[in-house]
């Protein structure tokens, strides 16, 4: 990466176990995109006035050149992002997903349909 990985904690003490899984799935990220140029992470905690056991809300900002590919995880969708990691996993590999697909149209490796858009494209 051309600029430092960032991670922000909200709401919470920042982690070095967290950090360091974070470091992790960042690196798995690179091996599928070696372009990223950078990325930010915000682990978010719901403030503490609200229940316990709400789930954590993860963003993932990468950027590659030409794109920034922003991944949120949905608190009210998983319940079981009431663990940190388990949310991670979850918002990392949404990320991945989104970067192979881009790595896929970059090689023209996605089919095009006869009008030239891709499938599902509106």
């Known amino acids: 990466m051309q600029t430092p990985l960032r991670i922000t904690f909200r709401h919470m003490e920042p ?3 967290v950090e360091e899984r974070i470091r992790e799935y960042v690196g798995h990220l690179e091996r599928f995109h ?3 140029t ?3 992470v915000v682990v978010e905690r719901p403030a503490a006035h609200r229940h316990k056991g709400a789930p ?3 963003k993932i900002d990468v ?5 920034e590919i922003v991944v ?3 608190r009210a969708e998983h319940p079981a992002h009431a663990d940190v990691y388990v949310a991670l996993h979850d918002a990392f590999d949404s990320a991945r997903r989104i970067l192979q697909d881009r790595v896929r149209e970059q090689r023209g490796d996605v089919k095009r349909h006869a009008g ?7």
């Open 63 to 67: 950027t590659v050149p030409g794109e």
């Open 15 to 17: 982690s070095p176990a």
């Open 72 to 74: 949120r995880s949905d």
């Open 56 to 58: 954590f809300a993860i």
């Open 34 to 36: 070696e372009r990223i």
């Open 116 to 122: 030239g858009e891709p499938p599902g494209a509106p």
């Open 38 to 40: 950078g990325c930010h």
